[in-house]
């Protein structure tokens, strides 16, 4: 069994803060439970490009408000505390934060907790970095 509270991981490895998000890693690749778990604060006024081509990314907003556009259709959806979306498509999208929002994240598969957008908006996992792909 595993227990974790989220006072424990903020201002560890594990709470990695970046100018538009902060991702709090409540569980991780290591933990060995085929997913990994973040509880995110995506930052009022920001609007971030992403694109999971290597992971499904369920998303459950607890709190704030903003909106997610799909790029390929400019479709727009409107975030607000209570709201989900997956993203089994991986479909390349912008993130926008009016208020900050707190989002709970699970990755698929999991993330081994460093990760940061790249050029492209993807989470890149180590076996794909360590392979060269």
Request: hydrophobic share 35%; aromatic share 6%.
């Amino acid at each position: 069994m595993i227990v974790r509270h989220l006072r424990d991981i903020i201002g560890t490895d594990c709470d990695v803060d970046t100018q538009n998000w902060n991702s709090r890693r409540l569980l991780l690749k290591r933990d060995n439970v085929g997913f990994s778990l973040h509880d995110t604060i995506i930052k009022a006024g920001t609007e971030t490009k992403i694109w999971y081509k290597h992971h499904v990314e369920a998303v459950y907003c607890i709190e704030g408000e903003g909106e997610i556009e799909l790029i390929e259709s400019n479709e727009v959806y409107r975030i607000e505390a209570g709201m989900m979306y997956v993203l089994n498509g991986h479909e390349k999208h912008l993130l926008r934060g009016t208020t900050d929002m707190r989002m709970i994240c699970v990755f698929n598969p999991a993330c081994s907790g460093a990760e940061v957008h790249d050029e492209e908006g993807a989470y890149v996992p180590e076996e794909v970095q360590k392979a060269g792909l």
